[in-house]
């Protein structure tokens, strides 16, 4: 008669060993912090497209205005508020047939320090010189 048993005969380990399971949760707790770090980066520039495209929406809407005016009649200067910026334009230069306006929009943005650390200013201003030619 053949004798059997119920559990055989252990001749390998299987599984992972407690060493193994540790460094496995440290290379998953790296990856993890790293991740966390990538966020506040893009939640920060997330803000910063948000706030480079109202200021955008402001310039374009001022350059808009300006187009629509006759050409002789854009002289000195106006101020407008689109959302939160404060868009002023001026006459900074003309020629024969030509006309630069600088346009100064100022609200939320950042302004670089002198060390060159951003900081969020609600005064943050940004100039653009647009030139109209003479029809």
């Not at 993890?32 to 480079?52: C, D, N």
């Not at 002023?88 to 002198?114: C, E, H, M, N, Q």
């Amino acid at each position: 008669m053949v004798e059997q048993t119920l559990n055989p005969p252990v001749t390998s380990r299987q599984g992972f060993t407690l060493v193994e399971l540790v460094v496995a949760l440290v290379i998953l707790a790296v990856g993890i912090l790293g991740l966390a770090g990538t966020t506040t980066y893009v939640v920060r520039q997330v803000a910063v497209a948000g706030m480079q495209t109202d200021r955008t929406a402001a310039l374009q809407a001022a350059v808009e205005r300006l187009r629509a005016m006759s050409y002789d009649s854009v002289t000195g200067s106006d101020t407008d508020t689109v959302g939160d910026y404060t868009v002023d334009w001026r006459v900074s230069a003309t020629a024969t047939y030509s006309k630069t306006v600088r346009i100064l929009t100022t609200g939320p943005g950042y302004l670089t320090t002198g060390d060159g650390t951003p900081v969020l200013s609600s005064a943050a201003q940004d100039t653009f010189d647009y030139v109209l030619l003479k029809p």
